[in-house]
């Protein structure tokens, strides 16, 4: 059985920093490309960041140079390091791992900065 299991969101003031992590099982976690996205209420889920098998990273342009994404196949785990942090990325966090034609999606963890 798939697993991907996010943690790490919660509440923080503008300007301050999260780590999110998505530990992942059931899954050969070196092979698949691992992303983060965000739905904030109202809006459609958008990408945030990705990281592929062989660690090329890619951004939003609204996170870059804030946000860092990263991965760790030896605990079968990806995080997302969210520095300098605003309102407007609030949001549920979802992991997302992705190979081929075959993807799964973490439950979702809340991001919620304030003013």
């Known amino acids: 059985q798939v697993q991907l299991v996010e943690s790490g969101g919660g509440s923080v003031q503008a300007g301050g920093s999260l780590r999110l992590s998505c530990a992942a099982s059931?899954?050969?976690?070196?092979?698949?490309?691992m992303g983060w996205y965000r739905q904030a209420p109202g809006k459609q889920r958008e990408s945030v960041a990705a990281?592929?098998?062989?660690?090329?990273?890619n951004y939003a342009d609204s996170v870059k140079g804030r946000f860092t994404i990263s991965r760790d196949n030896a605990k079968n785990t990806v995080f997302l390091q969210m520095n300098s942090l605003k309102p407007e990325d609030t949001a549920v966090y979802y992991c997302?791992?992705?190979?081929?034609?075959?993807?799964?999606w973490g439950q979702g963890t809340q991001v919620t900065v304030s003013a």
């Open positions: 990281i592929t098998s062989g660690g090329s990273t």
């Open positions: 059931g899954i050969i976690f070196s092979r698949y490309d």
């Open positions: 997302n791992a992705n190979w081929v034609y075959v993807q799964y």
